[in-house]
């Protein structure tokens, strides 16, 4: 899965990288992090019509938006099952109906500068968990980020949802969320975890989020080839979403690893 990742790029980079037309104002104040989590609100870059003082004006035009992540489906009675959808497995986005339409009509693409993992590893000779008893498997902390550098672009899905308890002048009655597709780890990166996220070329972007491209279509990019990533160990400190700085990616000087991932 993906459960935590980094976005820190200045927005007018972003607007460089993914040739974004519009930026909002509450996604061009959100701050950098170190350590996304679920239910943060992120960015994500869109293609949809333009609206002009509430009014379709039929062009389309790609933005960026903030967020929450975590997927709320528009039939959910309550947010908080987003919680539990920050991830949609590539192989059933067809078969779940949370994920289905929003495939359809409502992808977008979740700039971040890299993800984490946790590397589950060997007990220790002599550990009372070998031999069945509950204890606490030892974990290695991963920082991936694209191998060559640039923008690591997540494809997602959005979706909204009304709160009915709210009045239809309310501006805070529309929540739009957001969830990460994740597939198969590739060879080097499987020793690590057996899942990742469906990191997209720059030359699938465009299909991507284009609104005409059915869900057939974009079946074929999330199954396409994807960014190379690197590796590198880091500290424990990142587990815990109260730790938020830059010092997140430096290199564990002493990895408890013994077989160090080193990919690319």
Known sequence: MCGRYASFRDSQDLVDDLAI?????????????WNVAPTDPVRIVVERPRRIDGKNTGEIAR???VARWGLVPSWAKDPGVGARMINAR???????????????VRRCLLPADG?????KLDLPPGDPARGGSKGKVPKQPYWIHPAGGGVAALAGLYEFWRDRSKADDDPDRWLVSA????????DDL??????????????????????????????AIVGGPQVGMATR??????GSVQNNRPSLLDPDPDPRDPDVVRSR
Do not use: C, N
Request: glycine residues 2%.
């Open 179 to 186: 969830t990460v597709i994740t597939t198969a780890a590739s």
């Open 21 to 33: 037309a519009d930026v909002a104002d509450d996604a061009r104040l959100l701050p950098p992090s």
């Open 63 to 65: 933005s960026l938006q």
């Open 115 to 119: 993800y984490y993992e946790w590397r």
């Open 190 to 219: 499987e020793r690590i975890h057996d899942r990742m996220p469906v990191i997209l070329p720059a030359h699938a972007w465009d299909a991507w989020l284009d609104p005409a491209v059915g869900a057939d279509e974009a079946m």
């Open 90 to 104: 590539s192989e059933t986005l067809l078969d779940k109906s949370a994920f289905a339409k929003p495939l359809a």
């Open 233 to 238: 160990p880091v500290g424990d400190a990142v």
